[in-house]
């Protein structure tokens, strides 16, 4: 039953077919079998995962799993040896975070589908057993004969049966920015919902009028259960980042395990097969492969999200997921939603046509400041009788509200008296001049609005409104040239002319006209008021596009981002919205689909083409869906934009989705993994460059900490193997994990932007995290591997002394490491060509010129001294240290000089 096309079949079937009756409802017998029949009308709980299910899900990951195991075997090779416990614990403490995070971020994310429930109405006003009884919305069946009233809640899908000016606000479902005015007339079974006008639906609510319905579909089966059963059925996609940490985990995994074998093999070699040599093999394989592990990589990658993330919202870019604000670096494609995000979501008025001359009106939005232009000189419509009396008729044909700065009712009437506020006519002092005796209401039947009042002169006059092809059809006359004049077949074709040009420009457009009445009419009808009408002209309004969002559309141009606006609207208006912005340029084929071409296409057609479109118009919620993942199944990095309960699934679906903060219902917050505080296109824009800063900031410590982790393993592993003691003491590698590779390795998540970060193209998404690093990597471990191997030989050979040996060793792989990282920070220049640019990150210079000091005070502080190791050097010793340490500052120039080779 609830699968029928209700929307296409006539009252008296679709009755027939639900078995209810229009005056008496359904009995209380039969609603009861009903309710038990199609169950109760809420949205069905998904079963909820329990807080224990939460945490270990944290502990699937690749990266926590590998630094779990790096633990238990510091912790055991700790207690074997006296060593590495230390070690142990800090992994411990590193893990525990990462999993109280994970934790916080998908528990917060449960909460989507509660904010969504709370949108049901409560109760419902309905007829059963032929008498009008108020129940609770949940046991509200098909078949339920339901009353309405401005201001109730819809309580389920239904066919309207009655209607009396009924208009409802659908934004939260099909995001129509302007109130929808409902009707009893057909449509086909394909229609969309946005324009089924004769049906209402669950979640929306009526603003004006009222009207009878028959609930058609109840809980799951309404189209805001469908949506609600499509964020149930998603999973959680892995963010890009996430991936790539996932891969490099693995990867670094079946290293470190290779590893472990060679080296457990060539101490076996080594010292010979028994039982003490085997344990004391594996401890020693166990303990330089721990040793590899880069520990502190997720902890900083948490850290510069986090940090990422708070500076994205002081520039009002709420991140609720932190590897969201990473997803935003590598996005390719923005799906925007027009309304109120592109554009400001305030009707306005832009052009008059009266008198034969078209008018440009200045000012956006619902402020009163404005002027009006004739072939671009400004003018004062109170001077100008025609413009004058146009802009008189918008007013007081009118049911809007307007306090100087919001509008309340419809929209685009509050852009009419907007615009007369412009010219400086207010609204107040006409309706005292001009109080209304009586009212004609509009309705999609009528397509016009009049209401009558009496002058100044004790006269009757009714203002009309409407359509400007129905309202020309009840003229006679026009006002033209201060007089009304006979109006022709030939200038009733001038006016159409005009129209159609205006709604070329994607303006909604209205007619205006008057009728003076016998002073002593009492009884005002249609066929006694609306007939011999004379015309005076139009007003053509628009939802104006925001001008940062202009800015912030060419922007992405130049970062290779492609716009794509998805709205509500129907495909005229959503063309030239666009052609405004320059989502679709001029000159330029415009590739524009409705939401009904495409049902029209197949799985295969429609994949040809996605990549082409640039608009989508009169879409429904399933649509936005089926966009987002055929734009990611071409591989692209989406970011959605949304604010209604309709986006939900699509901000779930795609890669990044964007919530309205101003605007947005709790549903699409939940669902989404960002939220825009300001519903600014350009705080998106913007947030994007956030996101490439944290990517690139992210990519330069991995690039510093995997370059300098594994030269310890090949030193130790080597030097021990060929029968010398340790090159380095645990207690000194220790230092370097935590302090040489700590605060520089923490300031390089605040380093700021590159320069032209936002003129590059996006990153190839199937890029690996390592894209172009490799052979940085391979020349800083080969270097810091020789140089710690020259310096450990020198102290060993030349000067005979274990003590200067590690204590040389140690200073050169720390400040080896001290110095490489300032060519870290640019992946195209090095520390040499960076020059001011390069100071300004203080956290990173203050930061690393205090670990310098600090590593190099260590052998004069005497207790902290003998605590390390280490033993005071000559001069010429540091001499050599420094030598060799300073190859840290020119190894990049080899890369960078073969690259530009390469490019060239």
Known sequence: MNNQNWHSLQIEETLQKLNTDKKKGLTTDEATHRLEQYGPNTLQEEKK???????????????????????????????????????????????????????????????????????TAPTARLIRDGKETMIPSREVVPGD?????????????????????????????TGESTPIEKSMNLVSAKTSVADRKNSIFMGTHTVFGRGKAV??????????????????????????????????????????????????????????????????????????????????????????????????????????????????????????????????????VRKLYANRQLVEVTGVGYRSEGEFHLDGNPINPQKDDHLNLLLKIGTLSNNAGYDGQEITGDPTEGSLIVAAAKAGIERKSLEEQYPRVNEMPFSSERKRMTTIHTTPEGRKVAYVKGAPEVVLERCTHIFEDG????????????ILEVNEKMATEALRILGMAYIELPSNMKQFTEENVEKNLTFVGLEGMIDPSREEAKKAVGLCKKAGIKNIMITGDHKLTAVAIAKELGIAEDGKRTVALTGTELDELSDEEYDKIVEDVVVYARVSPMHKLKIVDALKKKGEIVAMTGDGVNDAPALKSADIGVAMGITGTDVSKEAADMVLADDNYATLVNAVGGGRT???????????????????????????????????????????????????????????????????????????????????????????SIGSSICFAYGMFILGSYEKAITMTFMQAALFELFVIWNCRSETHSIWRLGRSGLRNKFFVLGTIAVIILTVSLPYIPVIGTAFHLVQLTIYEWAIVLFVASWGLWIVLPELFMRRKILR
């Open 49 to 119: 995962r329990k807080i224990l299910d939460l945490i270990i899900d944290q502990f699937k990951d690749a990266f926590v799993i590998m630094l779990l195991i790096a633990a238990i075997l510091s912790y055991v090779v700790g207690e074997t040896q006296g060593e590495g416990v230390a070690d142990a614990i800090l992994i411990a403490i590193i893990v525990v975070l990462s999993t109280i995070i994970g934790f916080i971020q998908e528990y917060r994310s449960e909460k989507a589908l509660e904010a969504m429930r709370k949108m």
């Open 483 to 494: 007089q009304a004049k006979k109006l022709s077949e030939e200038k009733k074709k001038e």
């Open 694 to 784: 944290i990517f690139d900031n992210i990519r330069k410590y991995i690039r510093f900490l995997i370059a300098c982790n594994f030269d310890e393993l090949v030193v130790i592993g080597g030097w021990t193997l060929a029968g010398f003691p340790l090159p380095m003491l645990p207690i000194q590698i220790l230092w370097i994990n935590l302090v040489t590779d700590g605060p520089p390795a923490i300031a390089l998540s605040v380093d700021p932007p590159a320069k032209g970060i936002m003129e590059r193209p996006p990153r190839d998404p199937k890029a690996g995290i390592f894209h172009g690093m490799f052979g940085f990597m391979l020349v800083s471990f080969l270097c810091q």
């Open 215 to 348: 609930i058609t579909s109840t809980g799951m089966n309404t189209e805001f259960g469908k949506i609600a059963g499509a964020v149930q059925a998603m999973e959680e996609e892995k963010t890009p980042l996430k991936t790539k940490l996932d891969a490099f985990a693995k990867k670094l995994g079946l290293i470190i395990i290779g590893l472990c074998v060679v080296i457990f093999v060539l101490e076996i070699v080594e010292y010979g097969i028994g039982m003490t040599a085997l344990v004391e093999a594996f401890m020693t394989a166990i303990a330089l492969a721990v040793s590899a592990v880069p520990e502190a990589l997720p902890a900083l990658v948490i850290v510069t999200l986090a940090l990422g993330a708070r500076d994205l919202a002081k520039r009002n870019a709420v991140v609720r997921k932190l590897a969201s604000a990473e997803t935003l670096g590598s996005t390719t494609v923005i799906c925007a939603d027009k309304t109120g995000t592109l554009t400001k979501g305030e009707m306005t």
């Open 145 to 173: 004969i339901v009353l309405l009233e401005a201001g109730d809640r819809v309580p389920a899908d239904a066919r309207l049966l009655e209607i009396a000016s009924l208009k409802t606000d659908e934004a939260p479902l």
